[in-house]
């Protein structure tokens, strides 16, 4: 099939694309007044090229190509590509790739095509191949764009009606389990079925493929542990042992295939010491609750735990998107305290995730931390975030005393971040 046929197949898709439902996004934006590069990254299937697709359409003319087709990243000669773009569409101005990083040497065409005076609008897959190689090659002339699956308020505008406080706490309870794909929610797919192909997808077409990497399963068990123990500590040696990888270094090096590909994502531990906080122990997140749920091992879900992982991805985007870095904070006596915030050089504010405060000795256990952390770090912004205890206490202990905030998940979900 000659390039131009192809790309006249991708405009027909997306023609019938934009005849779907689309779901706005409450946060990410194209602005196309500038010349600069817009970059929007994220994980497969999260909604990068409907939303791009969607913005574009909007009283605008432009090409597409999505590189997701293997014929065309065999193409030798870029100016063919172009050459069929402006035959499909008329000679746009805007030009959208699609999964750019599946197009050998696409960073030298692209910054080609900007000199040229051509407005560009790329996704990707890959946070390795996009940040990094965009911060070497194309310094000062892109804006990054962060793409993830549905956020709280976005799986609530599905509905399409303003919902009761018990409402909103119910499809809660759906997200915390099913997690915020689109297209499942949309289309009324299976979502574990979904997921899992999915993830099988990003496995093997995203990293083993690209990585060559022999021992296909090996990854594969190591994701699926790693899905089985969210929102917990790691390090290389233990999970060596686990899944039978014998060598750390590859362990190591699996992780940062996993997080590039936008699976997973760890968390450091706080330290005023940037060397402790490079060696320090982990902890593991995972960018959708939904791949818990398809893929892990356990039979019974840990429903603190996946409180604790939606957390951890509002905080992600957040830190993505330059606003803040987070970590997490851990004593000499192993009391722990979930998130640490910092803007610049001050540390923000202090939170602690716990599903379950009716008991006495769990709740004085996660505020014991808290409070101990707050007088550690100076931080007086102490944050609880728990299924439905709202308001704020004075609390003492042995001499450390505080003003702590309670807040339902869904409320700090829907918050103004």
């Given at each position: 099939?000659?390039i131009?046929?192809?790309i006249e197949?991708?405009?027909?898709?997306i023609?019938s694309?934009?005849?779907?439902?689309?779901?706005?996004?409450?946060?990410?934006n194209?602005?196309?007044?500038n010349?600069l590069?817009k970059?929007?990254?994220g994980?497969r299937?999260?909604?990068?090229?409907?939303?791009?697709i969607?913005t574009?359409?909007?009283?605008?003319k432009?090409g597409?190509?999505?590189?997701?087709?293997?014929?065309l990243t065999r193409?030798?000669?870029y100016?063919e590509l172009?050459?069929?773009?402006?035959s499909?569409?008329?000679?746009?101005?805007?030009?959208?790739?699609?999964?750019i990083?599946?197009?050998p040497r696409?960073e030298?065409?692209?910054n080609?095509?900007?000199r040229?005076g051509?407005?560009?609008?790329v996704?990707?897959s890959?946070?390795h191949?996009?940040?990094k190689?965009?911060a070497t090659?194309l310094?000062?002339?892109?804006?990054?764009?962060?793409?993830?699956?549905?956020?709280?308020?976005?799986?609530l505008?599905f509905?399409k009606?303003?919902l009761?406080?018990s409402e909103?706490?119910?499809k809660?309870?759906?997200?915390l389990?099913?997690?915020g794909?689109?297209e499942?929610?949309?289309?009324?797919i299976?979502?574990?079925?979904?997921?899992?192909?999915?993830?099988?997808s990003i496995?093997?077409?995203?990293?083993v493929?690209?990585?060559?990497i022999?021992y296909?399963q090996a990854?594969s068990?190591?994701?699926e542990?790693?899905l089985?123990n969210?929102?917990?500590?790691?390090s290389?040696?233990?999970?060596s042992?686990i899944s039978?990888?014998?060598?750390?270094?590859t362990?190591e090096?699996?992780?940062k295939?996993?997080?590039?590909s936008?699976?997973?994502?760890s968390?450091?531990?706080?330290?005023?010491?940037?060397?402790?906080?490079i060696?320090?122990i982990?902890k593991?997140?995972?960018?959708?609750?939904g791949?818990?749920?398809?893929r892990a091992?356990?039979?019974?879900?840990?429903?603190?735990?996946?409180y604790?992982?939606v957390?951890?991805?509002e905080l992600k985007k957040?830190e993505?998107n330059g606003k803040?870095n987070f970590?997490?904070w851990?004593?000499?006596q192993?009391?722990?305290v979930?998130f640490?915030v910092?803007?610049?050089?001050k540390?923000?504010?202090?939170?602690?995730?716990?599903y379950?405060?009716?008991?006495a000795e769990?709740k004085n256990?996660?505020?014991?931390?808290?409070l101990?952390?707050g007088?550690e770090?100076?931080?007086?912004n102490l944050l609880?975030?728990?299924s439905d205890k709202?308001?704020e206490e004075?609390?003492?202990?042995?001499g450390?005393?505080?003003k702590?905030?309670?807040t339902?998940?869904?409320?700090w979900?829907?918050e103004?971040?």
């Amino acid at each position: 099939m000659i390039i131009r046929d192809i790309i006249e197949l991708q405009k027909r898709e997306i023609d019938s694309l934009l005849k779907e439902r689309y779901i706005e996004r409450v946060e990410p934006n194209i602005n196309l007044s500038n010349s600069l590069i817009k970059v929007i990254i994220g994980p497969r299937r999260a909604g990068k090229s409907f939303f791009s697709i969607y913005t574009l359409s909007k009283n605008n003319k432009f090409g597409y190509i999505n590189f997701d087709d293997e014929e065309l990243t065999r193409v030798e000669d870029y100016n063919e590509l172009i050459s069929a773009v402006n035959s499909v569409y008329g000679t746009p101005k805007i030009l959208f790739f699609d999964e750019i990083q599946n197009l050998p040497r696409w960073e030298l065409f692209i910054n080609r095509l900007q000199r040229q005076g051509h407005i560009l609008v790329v996704t990707g897959s890959n946070s390795h191949l996009l940040s990094k190689e965009l911060a070497t090659h194309l310094t000062g002339r892109h804006f990054q764009i962060i793409v993830f699956p549905f956020s709280f308020k976005e799986y609530l505008n599905f509905e399409k009606k303003n919902l009761t406080t018990s409402e909103i706490k119910e499809k809660l309870n759906d997200y915390l389990i099913f997690g915020g794909y689109p297209e499942p929610l949309i289309k009324k797919i299976n979502y574990k079925e979904y997921l899992s192909t999915l993830l099988n997808s990003i496995l093997f077409k995203d990293i083993v493929k690209r990585y060559k990497i022999r021992y296909a399963q090996a990854i594969s068990d190591l994701s699926e542990q790693l899905l089985s123990n969210i929102a917990n500590e790691y390090s290389y040696n233990s999970l060596s042992k686990i899944s039978k990888i014998k060598s750390t270094h590859t362990v190591e090096k699996y992780i940062k295939y996993l997080e590039e590909s936008f699976i997973f994502f760890s968390v450091k531990r706080f330290s005023y010491k940037m060397k402790e906080q490079i060696s320090s122990i982990k902890k593991i997140y995972c960018i959708d609750n939904g791949f818990i749920h398809a893929r892990a091992f356990n039979s019974s879900q840990n429903i603190g735990k996946l409180y604790e992982n939606v957390v951890a991805v509002e905080l992600k985007k957040q830190e993505l998107n330059g606003k803040i870095n987070f970590y997490y904070w851990k004593n000499q006596q192993q009391e722990e305290v979930d998130f640490v915030v910092k803007e610049g050089i001050k540390i923000k504010q202090l939170i602690q995730v716990c599903y379950n405060l009716k008991g006495a000795e769990t709740k004085n256990r996660e505020v014991r931390s808290l409070l101990k952390a707050g007088n550690e770090l100076k931080c007086k912004n102490l944050l609880v975030i728990n299924s439905d205890k709202e308001g704020e206490e004075e609390i003492e202990w042995f001499g450390i005393k505080a003003k702590v905030k309670f807040t339902p998940l869904w409320k700090w979900l829907l918050e103004e971040k």
